[in-house]
């Protein structure tokens, strides 16, 4: 039990990294410095009001210093990101198939957020994960059991071309641009980790989710027929929801074999 509230712990800990990426990223912020300040008025955060989840609990979810809303991301993404971490922990252990499965899951959750805030994927997180799923499967050491090249370049290229072509199709057809490339790269991105027949999986599962509820809002008249909706935070979802199933689906078994006699 004790490990694991360390293990929780230390992924409150990444969770609240993962805010600074958040916010910094899409603003091109260095992630090392300066220290942590306020969004609206640019006030050094102080550590006693740094800590995850308690301090957003202690301040009423507003800031320190002015008194200003603060957004309810910042305590979600550790909540998760902690509550993952334990889960890599009771399925592999001390390892670094966790570890390296947790920073993808990390990846996913950044993008979801700085897309559906700003419409930005950073180059930065995809191309880094991106990246260092390929050294992963040279290596033989792919967490999501990609082990050999081949099939970590085939879920990664295949993808992304699709989505490239499909965005200049509906570029020449409609004459605006439909899909970004950070889009792109990020089901690319996608696919070097988790493969072909699942990431293609995650494409179409994404497209329905996506239209469902931009067809919800458009309905509800909360955006306008015309305006883009954050597809590469379908697509971190979509994947996030696989992942959880697959996690559901292990605790699920692991409890029948525990109770059958």
Not at 29 to 48: D, T
Not at 83 to 108: K, N, P, Q
Not at 141 to 170: A, Q, R
Request: charged fraction near 10%; aromatic fraction near 12%.
């Amino acid at each position: 039990m004790l490990e694991i509230i360390i293990v929780f712990v230390l992924g409150l800990s990444l969770g609240s990294f993962s805010n600074v990426c958040i916010y910094r990223l899409p603003l091109s912020k260095s992630l090392i410095s300066p220290l942590s300040s306020c969004p609206h008025c640019n006030a050094k955060i102080k550590y006693v009001h740094n800590i995850p989840i308690i301090s957003y609990l202690i301040l009423k979810g507003k800031s320190s210093c002015c008194h200003k809303k603060i957004s309810l991301h910042y305590p979600l993404v550790e909540l998760f990101i902690g509550i993952t971490a334990v889960c890599f922990f009771i399925i592999d252990g001390y390892s670094l198939e966790a570890f390296f499965s947790l920073l993808f899951i990390m990846g996913l959750v950044i993008l979801f957020v700085t897309d559906l805030e700003h419409y930005i994927i950073p180059n930065a997180v995809t191309y880094s994960l991106s990246a260092l799923a390929i050294i992963l499967s040279l290596l033989h050491f792919h967490p999501l059991l990609l082990n050999d090249l081949l099939s970590c370049l085939i879920g990664g290229i295949v993808p992304g071309l699709l989505l490239y072509l499909t965005s200049k199709i509906y570029l020449w057809i409609r004459k605006k641009e439909g899909m970004g490339m950070g889009d792109v790269k990020m089901i690319a991105m996608i696919g070097f980790w988790m493969g072909l027949p699942t990431t293609i999986m995650i494409i179409i599962l994404s497209s329905i989710l996506g239209s469902l509820v931009g067809i919800t809002l458009i309905l509800f008249k909360k955006i306008n027929p015309n305006q883009l909706i954050p597809y590469g935070s379908f697509l971190s979802l979509t994947a996030i929801i696989l992942w959880i199933y697959n996690v559901i689906s292990y605790f699920y078994e692991l409890e029948k074999n525990i109770f059958s006699f």
